[in-house]
């Protein structure tokens, strides 16, 4: 029996004759790459290089933490397969009797003998199906030496021929050969095991469409291991764009001024995005009109800063569905950006309304495109937070009864929306002209000069 899986790929292959090639690196997606989503109440990263890797969940636990950046994971990954190979590893059955996993389950289940197999039928977690293949699986005595045969085949056109192999770990081999063919590997980005699909992902091979598209694998696991090497291919791009980029030869400050100018090329707002890190020229490219929808998505998801997504969230060229991604961001000021944003789709400004933060509910109650009902304003003018009275006193299709209503309040910075606003009325502006507040008196006086021009007209 492969008594432990991260020593697979010495003990298998003596066993079983199968290339080192193939056993340490199917071990190695066992051990290394077997992730789940990521939790806002996880440790830090600092926390978990602490940690002893004890079997396959916890090595995917600790892989997954919130923090890592591309360059982090990988060194993390090296870091606990060195870890690994250095303690004892948890045996076998003890793995298949303690694993939640399903998709390890079905790994061991295959690898292992009859023990193994036992362990996996009494394991509570184990799927009734797979449960019922385990006799099939058991009786399959010959998916090693179809393992070697894929490791000896030559031809892209035999190893498409073992790609159809029900047996995982064949398939797996398969990945693994290098000569393996485009159409085997995209054929293979479909298969129903994840490891196989998590495979096709890290491969060099891969081209780009295939692991773009296994970014929205319904796989956690392999999702993680797409995205990563998006990670590491733009990394990659950034480097080598740099070497030639005008933004590199720049100081900041004229950086700064390019990523402000309203008139800015879209490519090179979109250059400033990929060579730098800077969180305010980010957050400069981010609330520039000009900036395009990938240079968007891109700082959306590379750049964590709250005040550079307020600024992706409030662009109008930001796509639907980045904005809907961050609908469900931890903090309230960019969920309210969203809300705001005059361009996001009802479906996203419907989700937001479910949102119980005071800022979101503002963010909605200033969008002219999503409140336009004059009654509807007016009920929310009634609303406790000031931020959300602040909010229908800056929306454009207040009527001038609602914005006498706000006019009243306590609170000055509602106020001083009712004196900016084009809709109040004469008397109510004359009566904030009064006002003890410097800032509400002086608009008011700015309004009531502008409607005295109007008359005049």
């Avoid at 309210?336 to 005071?358: Q, Y």
Wanted: hydrophobic letters at 35%; one cysteine or more; a neutral charge.
């Amino acid at each position: 029996m492969c008594r432990a899986i991260s020593e697979g790929g010495a003990r298998c292959a003596g066993r079983h004759g199968i290339s080192d090639r193939v056993t340490a690196a199917t071990a190695g997606i066992m051990v290394g790459l077997t992730g789940s989503e990521t939790s806002q109440d996880n440790p830090t990263p600092e926390q978990e290089t602490e940690q002893q890797p004890k079997d396959v969940d916890s090595l995917r636990d600790i892989l997954q933490k919130e923090g890592f950046t591309s360059e982090d994971l990988q060194a993390k990954v090296s870091d606990l397969r060195e870890k690994l190979a250095q303690a004892r590893s948890p045996e076998s059955v003890r793995l298949a009797e303690t694993t939640e996993d399903p998709d390890v389950l079905r790994l061991l289940a295959e690898a292992e003998d009859d023990e193994v197999r036992e362990a996996i039928s009494e394991n509570p977690h184990t799927p009734e199906e797979l449960k019922e293949e385990l006799p099939e699986l058991a009786a399959d005595t010959t998916r090693w030496e179809r393992v070697k045969k894929v490791a000896d085949a030559f031809t892209p056109k035999q190893l498409d021929n073992y790609s159809k192999d029900k047996s995982v770990w064949v398939r797996l081999a398969v990945l693994l050969h290098p000569n393996v063919g485009a159409d085997t590997i995209t054929a293979l980005s479909k298969d129903p095991n994840p490891f196989v699909r998590l495979t096709v992902a890290l491969l060099p091979s891969t081209s780009k469409q295939v692991w773009e598209e296994l970014k929205n694998d319904p796989h956690p696991m392999v999702r993680f291991g797409a995205r990563d090497r998006a990670d590491r291919y733009r990394a990659k791009l950034a480097k080598e764009l740099k070497k030639t980029s005008v933004v590199s030869t720049l100081s900041k400050d004229e950086i700064l001024i390019l990523a402000k100018d309203r008139q800015a090329d879209p490519a090179l707002l979109n250059e400033i995005q990929m060579v730098e890190k800077d969180k305010t020229l980010i957050a400069a490219v981010a609330a520039n009109p000009r900036t395009p929808a990938k240079a968007l998505a891109d700082i959306h998801h590379y750049h964590g800063d709250a005040e550079v997504l307020e600024a992706v969230g409030s662009n109008k060229n930001t796509s639907q569905e980045t904005l809907a991604k961050m609908t469900d961001h931890y903090d309230p000021d960019v969920r309210a950006s969203v809300a705001g944003n005059t361009a996001a789709s009802k479906e996203v400004l419907e989700t937001l309304s479910k949102d119980r933060s005071p800022s979101v509910r503002a963010g909605l109650a200033s969008n002219s495109s999503y409140v336009s009902d004059p009654n509807k304003l007016q009920a929310l003018a009634k609303d406790r937070s000031w931020q959300v009275k602040a909010a229908v006193g800056s929306n454009p299709n207040t009527n001038s009864q609602t914005l006498t209503k706000l006019s009243k309040s306590r609170d000055v910075r509602v106020k001083l929306t009712v004196a900016k606003h084009p809709n109040t009325d004469e008397a109510t502006l004359r009566r904030l002209r009064r006002s003890s507040d410097k800032k509400v008196a002086k608009a008011a006086k700015t309004q009531l000069v502008r409607l005295k021009t109007q008359k005049k007209r």
